[in-house]
């Protein structure tokens, strides 16, 4: 039987619904009180370094994650560790520590749409699903796995696409790493390897902004004139802005603030191709780099650890462009 190192820090996995129908947090979490459920797939050990409701993640709590993780790897004999973590920002926690731990063990994290006590509760059957894909032989080097709903999703594609849905983590453009049946865990492939960088400064500012149709320059104006590390934009189609924002764009390049560009679609990569006014092709010229198929949230954790790792113009180019 494998040994694990279960961590919970909050979220509605740990939570109970009140009499007034409010879902609330708990002192004791309530997921713990199945030992008997749980002895069954592997012999753990259980902590809580923290107990939040996941709006409340910030960088410092992913950065004792992952000093966690690592430090009981180095000086534990722990065969894999599994993470409860409440849905809101868990595929952000889920890559920050794929872009910075270096640990080969099997590293899966999980939550609940459902509190414990709500009818069709789900946090106990995507525990123990996760207990068994950390238990699973097949499962090291697989980088950190998010599994929710019988499915298996690597940190770099999943993401949250329904408020309240059971089946709300999915992979856009890629599909779950894998499946867990009532008898199996099942890798359908093995992901990439990319760079491991260690470094996480948690002071870094870097926003993320939302480009929409006739989008003007105050926004950008705002960034240029403040104390910024770098900045995200979701902009429009394959990677697209207003002409009407480009003057504040200039004012962030010109005073050397790195600019990312992702899609503000659901689907699909951006890319340089239009050459208007505006469009990708042009925007690329002036110097903004172009991400490879993540979403906002997650390519400003992706800027975080290049900046917080030192990395250079060009550096941070090939980071984002390649698949590193």
């Known amino acids: 039987m494998k040994k694990l190192l279960l961590i919970h820090t909050g979220g509605t996995i740990s939570m109970s619904q009140d009499e007034t129908n409010k879902v609330v947090t708990n002192s004791d979490n309530p997921i713990s009180n199945h030992q008997d459920i749980i002895e069954q797939y592997a012999d753990v050990t259980e902590i809580t370094p923290f107990n939040v409701p996941s709006p409340h993640m910030n960088i410092k709590y992913v950065e004792t994650l992952k000093h966690i993780i690592e430090d009981a790897s180095r000086n534990e004999n722990y065969d894999g560790f599994v993470i409860t973590h409440g849905t809101d920002t868990l595929e952000e926690t889920a890559y920050l520590l794929d872009l910075t731990i270096n640990v080969s063990k099997p590293i899966t994290i999980t939550g609940a749409m459902r509190s414990s ?3 069709g509760s789900d946090g106990l059957y995507n525990f123990i699903s996760a207990i068994r894909v950390a238990s699973s032989d097949n499962a090291a080097d697989m980088g950190v796995m998010v599994v929710f709903n019988d499915e298996i999703h690597t940190a770099r594609n999943v993401t949250k696409t329904h408020t309240s849905n059971t089946n709300t983590f999915q992979s856009p453009n890629h599909g779950p790493l894998g499946v867990v049946t009532k008898n199996s865990v099942q890798f359908h492939h093995k992901p990439y390897e990319h ?16 480009a929409y149709m006739g989008m003007n320059n105050d926004v950008l104006n705002f960034y240029s004139n403040h104390q910024v590390d770098g900045i995200i934009i979701e902009g429009l189609g394959q990677g697209n802005l207003p002409p009407t924002c480009l003057e504040g764009l200039d004012k962030c390049l010109d005073k050397a603030i790195p600019v990312v560009l992702v899609s503000r679609s659901f689907n699909g990569i951006v890319g340089p191709i239009y050459g208007y006014e505006g469009g990708g092709a042009t925007l690329a010229e002036k110097g903004v780099v172009f991400s490879n198929g993540l979403n906002g949230p ?9 900046l917080s790792n030192q990395l250079s113009a060009n550096q941070l180019k090939k980071y984002f462009e390649s698949q590193l």
């Open 117 to 119: 006590n709500e009818i």
């Open 195 to 210: 760079l491991v960088l260690n470094d996480i400064n948690h002071d870094l500012n870097i926003p993320l902004v939302k």
């Open 298 to 306: 997650k390519a400003r954790l992706k800027l975080l650890v290049g």
